[in-house]
């Protein structure tokens, strides 16, 4: 038995881990696995790949990134716009499993967001015996509590409002910490109640300005000189349009990003506070995986090898809460897990005085 891996869309802390679980739980069935390199575009003539045994697997559990590599453009994409889902040609199919037919590889695991995971589903209509395992540091899908990636982001979102705390308190300026975020406001809402920040907007809700700045002004009558923020990419004011970097690219989804300098620049204006803006981007995805990632991670990659053991292919690696089970890909797909208005995190955000800008 030969199976394959394969890495999509945005890399995150924990992908490596993951490879190294389904290495190891394979080989502990005496089966070999090869892991993609650079996206599913790694099936195809001139395939690219490496295999993954004993050796190559020292260290990857707290190794950031991934050895394999990873893609989220090109003839693969399945996202484009703003998230508008896109039908591989069959051509393109059917070239993918005349690949893996070629390497001799009779399963296939592919690890990525909604992205890479509705490409999976495609895949596996055209009969290609393919299961997924979730990430997406946003935390963002639906069918499961929980994604590898997000923990690791939310920490290093953290450390930042840690750090932007003392500077912005030493020169009573107002500080505007961007994160990640493009529909769901997990880590701004996450980092911004264990941060202490005091207005945090997220694409869930959308605000106002005026909102914004009376929270800055409310602080300044208590004798508080200086306000944090924590802005998701994906927030926007009340009948605006997400804020973007960059010409829109060919099968790609638009590139988010600058809400938090224009949203400081406007409380600037409003208010004569001076204002800074800082972007955490890519750092987020960088770096070692927390310890809960690095469980995640594992826990993960072994139950992928367990669904190919019994032949369930077309399902994605998922936990409900209690443990890891795992769903359909049609059900895992498509479906946003969003930050809900009318429950737990934004009713203790604003019991606690946080400004959600609405």
Same mark, same amino acid.
């Given at each position: *038995?030969?199976?394959?891996?394969? $890495?999509?869309?945005?890399d995150?802390?924990?992908?490596?881990?993951?490879?190294?679980?389904?290495?190891? &739980?394979?080989? =502990?069935?005496?089966?070999? &696995?090869?892991? !993609? !390199?650079?996206?599913?575009?790694?099936?195809?003539?001139?395939?690219?790949?490496?295999?993954?045994?004993?050796?190559?697997? @020292?260290?990857?559990?707290?190794?950031?990134?991934?050895?394999?590599?990873?893609?989220?453009?090109?003839?693969?994409?399945?996202?484009?716009?703003?998230?508008?889902?896109?039908?591989?040609?069959?051509?393109?199919?059917?070239? #993918?499993?005349?690949?893996?037919?070629?390497?001799?590889?009779?399963?296939?695991?592919?690890?990525?967001?909604?992205?890479?995971?509705?490409?999976?589903?495609?895949?596996?209509?055209?009969?290609?015996?393919?299961?997924?395992?979730? =990430?997406?540091?946003? /935390?963002?899908?639906?069918? +499961?509590?929980?994604?590898?990636?997000?923990?690791?982001?939310? @920490?290093?979102?953290?450390?930042?409002?840690?750090?932007?705390?003392?500077?912005?308190?030493?020169?009573?300026?107002?500080?505007?910490?961007e994160? *990640?975020?493009?529909?769901?406001?997990?880590?701004?809402i996450?980092?911004?109640?264990?941060?202490?920040?005091?207005?945090?907007? !997220?694409?869930?809700?959308?605000?106002?300005?005026?909102?914004?700045?009376?929270?800055?002004?409310?602080?300044?009558?208590?004798?508080?000189?200086?306000?944090?923020?924590?802005?998701?990419?994906?927030? =926007?004011?009340?009948?605006? /349009?997400?804020?973007?970097?960059? *010409?829109?690219?060919q /099968?790609?989804?638009?590139?988010?990003?600058?809400?938090? @300098?224009?949203?400081?620049?406007?409380?600037?204006?409003? +208010?004569?506070?001076?204002?800074?803006?800082?972007?955490?981007?890519?750092?987020?995805?960088?770096?070692?995986? #927390?310890?809960?990632?690095?469980?995640?991670?594992?826990?993960?990659?072994?139950?992928?090898?367990?669904?190919?053991t019994?032949?369930?292919?077309g399902?994605?690696?998922?936990? /409900?809460?209690?443990?890891?089970?795992?769903?359909?890909?049609?059900?895992a #797909?498509?479906?946003?897990?969003?930050?809900?208005?009318?429950?737990?995190?934004?009713?203790? $955000?604003?019991?606690?005085? !946080?400004?959600?800008?609405?």
């Open positions: *038995m030969k199976i394959g891996i394969v $890495t999509g869309g945005g995150c802390p924990g992908l490596n881990a993951v490879i190294r679980a389904v290495a190891k &739980t394979a080989a =502990k069935r005496g089966w070999e &696995t090869l892991g !993609i !390199i650079g996206g599913y575009d790694g099936l195809l003539e001139p395939q690219n790949f490496r295999v993954l045994d004993y050796q190559s697997l @020292a260290g990857l559990l707290v190794r950031g990134g991934t050895i394999l590599g990873t893609a989220n453009r090109g003839q693969f994409s399945a996202k484009t716009g703003h998230g508008e889902t896109r039908q591989l040609p069959k051509e393109l199919l059917d070239a #993918t499993k005349a690949g893996m037919a070629k390497l001799g590889i009779s399963a296939l695991v592919s690890v990525g967001g909604d992205g890479s995971l509705t490409i999976a589903q495609q895949m596996h209509e055209a009969g290609i015996p393919i299961v997924g395992v979730p =990430k997406t540091i946003d /935390n963002d899908l639906a069918a +499961t509590t929980t994604t590898f990636g997000f923990d690791s982001a939310v @920490a290093c979102a953290t450390d930042a409002l840690d750090r932007l705390h003392t500077t912005a308190e030493s020169h009573n300026r107002v500080m505007v910490l994160v *990640m975020g493009r529909y769901a406001g997990w880590i701004a996450y980092a911004g109640l264990a941060g202490g920040a005091d207005v945090i907007l !997220i694409p869930e809700i959308p605000f106002q300005y005026e909102s914004v700045c009376r929270a800055v002004r409310e602080r300044e009558k208590h004798g508080k000189h200086f306000t944090l923020i924590v802005a998701a990419e994906g927030a =926007k004011p009340v009948g605006g /349009n997400f804020v973007t970097s960059g *010409m829109q690219q /099968n790609r989804e638009a590139r988010l990003g600058g809400i938090g @300098a224009v949203v400081a620049a406007e409380i600037e204006q409003r +208010t004569g506070k001076e204002t800074r803006a800082m972007v955490l981007g890519h750092l987020q995805r960088g770096g070692s995986p #927390t310890y809960m990632d690095r469980v995640l991670c594992t826990l993960f990659g072994a139950k992928a090898v367990e669904l190919i019994e032949g369930r292919f399902r994605m690696v998922a936990h /409900n809460g209690r443990c890891v089970d795992s769903v359909s890909l049609a059900e #797909t498509g479906k946003l897990r969003t930050v809900p208005l009318d429950e737990g995190f934004v009713h203790a $955000t604003r019991s606690l005085g !946080i400004c959600l800008g609405d």
